[in-house]
């Protein structure tokens, strides 16, 4: 009886304090940005994963959590798009191969030149170091000073180093994203 009354009570409070948030997800192709939306929407990490064209829409439900998804190409005819998608949204997640140390200038570059966009002032960034569980790849420390990560202003900046493949991390991306959620 009382699991009873408990499921019920879950049940009311999912609908009654179920919080929402819009993300954008931008960064360079091949950095893991569907990878990153497969794995929290499914759980299940695959190699099997083709480059984006244009753009992929995606709502993935966590607990009370519900996240609506723009998966954003990376390839360079596509970047131009970026700011359309991140405008208005509770925030952007800039993901970057932390393995691939010689794109760090050309993700900086276009990291900046997002941000510098009015539209997008005081939008909260989440920059992902992803593919941790690559030899070699930057830990946090380096990549803030590569993305020049320090020099941001007038928003919300955190960065973590992850791994889709290993989910490594995974957790705290969840936690920092129901902080955004209202
Ligand atoms: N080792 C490793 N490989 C990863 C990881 N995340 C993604 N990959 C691989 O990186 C490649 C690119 O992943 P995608 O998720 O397609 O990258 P994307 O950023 O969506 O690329 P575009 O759609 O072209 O912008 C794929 O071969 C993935 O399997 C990771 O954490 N570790
Ligand atoms: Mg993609």
């Known amino acids: 009886m009382t699991s009873f009354f408990s499921s019920v009570f879950y ?5 009654f304090f179920s ?3 819009e993300i954008s997800v931008v960064g360079l192709q091949a950095s893991g940005k569907t990878s990153f939306v497969n794995v929290i929407g499914s759980g299940q990490w695959s190699e099997d994963v083709v480059p984006t064209v244009a753009f ?6 966590k607990g009370n959590i ?14 131009s798009m970026w700011e359309r998608y991140c405008n208005g949204v509770d925030a952007i997640i800039f993901v970057v191969d932390s ?11 276009e990291l900046h030149q997002l941000l510098s966009q009015a539209s997008l002032n005081g939008v909260p960034l989440l920059v992902l170091g992803n593919k941790n569980d690559v ?12 993305l020049q990560l320090d020099k941001i202003q007038g928003r919300p900046v955190s960065c ?8 490594h991390n995974l957790d705290i991306v969840l936690r920092w994203l129901a902080e955004r959620s209202h």
């Open 11 to 15: 049940w009311f409070s999912s609908i």
């Open 19 to 21: 919080k929402a948030a």
């Open 56 to 61: 992929n829409y995606r709502k993935v439900r």
């Open 66 to 79: 519900t996240l609506k998804i723009w998966d954003v190409a990376g390839q360079p005819k596509f970047r």
């Open 99 to 109: 393995a691939d140390t010689e794109k760090f200038d050309t993700a900086r570059f």
């Open 135 to 146: 030899d070699g790849h930057a830990p946090v420390k380096d990549l803030i000073k590569a």
């Open 160 to 167: 973590y180093s992850c791994s889709m493949k290993s989910q």
